[in-house]
């Protein structure tokens, strides 16, 4: 079971590192879009910095609040993304209009960096069954 | 029962974090400006198209040159440096339309017969504006 666990928590950071690095890839470029007061590459560069710190915590301090943390950064960032490319919902409060109905290489790997972290980080949170010990009379 | 070292996470940790720093680090382009470009103005009437010559150039979500100037029926090349699809889209009737252009890839279409100045836009980020003038 712990190894089981242990490659989930791998398959996770993968995901998760392919998630920081497509999104810190493409920032400078969507530096561009600029229709509200955030630009879409100031919300690359959080999605980035939040991933990153995502493998760190379920590599390393392997808690479920972490984990937490990284299913929401990979299922936020699947959501922003699938909603923007099929919807147009234009300038949102502080966000710029990320409509961009097309797909590319770059977009479809952070689908899947995204996708991969969701799936391995989600059997994390279930119930453990530990072996029952010993009963002392 | 098996336990996972934390020396092995903290170096899997780092590999994984170097990795998409190295990806990332491939994004930061300069944007270079075509040498063939031809930078419009309003009075290069004397400019002399050569066949093939006219190039945009689409990097950083950015037409270059914004305004360019053609002779009618003027082959211009389509040069797409971004990492996402664009198009190269006359406003208003359409007077040419690119289609699709891919990351990294090269296309081109037929400038207007007509002379005249002919705005166009990606029709995927539709806040990219750039003008070819036909004269």
């Known amino acids: 079971m712990a190894a089981v666990r242990l490659i989930l928590r791998l398959v996770a950071a993968l995901g998760l590192a392919i998630d920081a690095g497509i999104h810190a890839k493409l920032a400078p470029q969507y530096d561009a879009v600029t229709t509200a007061t955030i630009s879409q590459g100031t919300l690359f560069r959080i999605e980035a910095g939040a991933a990153a710190l995502a493998v760190v915590v379920v590599l390393l301090w392997r808690r479920w609040p972490g984990d937490l943390f990284a299913l929401l950064t990979a299922t936020a960032g699947l959501a922003a993304l699938l909603v923007y490319r099929y919807i147009d919902v234009g300038t949102l409060g502080p966000f710029p209009n990320m409509y961009e109905p097309v797909w590319f290489t770059d977009k479809v790997w952070a689908v899947i960096g995204q996708a991969l972290a969701m799936a391995a980080l989600l059997p994390l949170f279930l119930p453990r069954h530990r072996p029952a010990g010993p009963r002392v009379e | ?135």
């Open chain 2, 1 to 135: 029962m098996f336990r996972f070292p934390r020396q092995i996470a903290v170096l899997f940790s780092l590999l994984l974090l170097t990795l998409a720093g190295c990806s990332s680090s491939s994004g930061s382009k300069t944007a270079v400006a075509p040498s063939s470009s031809k930078a419009a103005s309003a009075a290069s009437s004397s400019s002399t198209a050569v066949a093939g010559a006219a190039q945009i150039v689409i990097d950083n979500f950015t037409f270059s040159p914004a305004t360019l100037t053609v002779t009618p029926g003027e082959k211009v090349t389509v040069v797409n440096k971004d990492s996402t699809t664009h198009t190269v889209t006359a406003t208003g009737n359409k007077a040419f339309d690119t289609g699709d252009i891919a990351s990294g890839a090269t296309t081109t279409f037929t400038a207007p017969s007509t002379a005249g100045s002919y705005p166009y836009i990606c029709t995927i980020h539709q806040f990219m504006h750039g003008t070819l003038t036909v004269s």
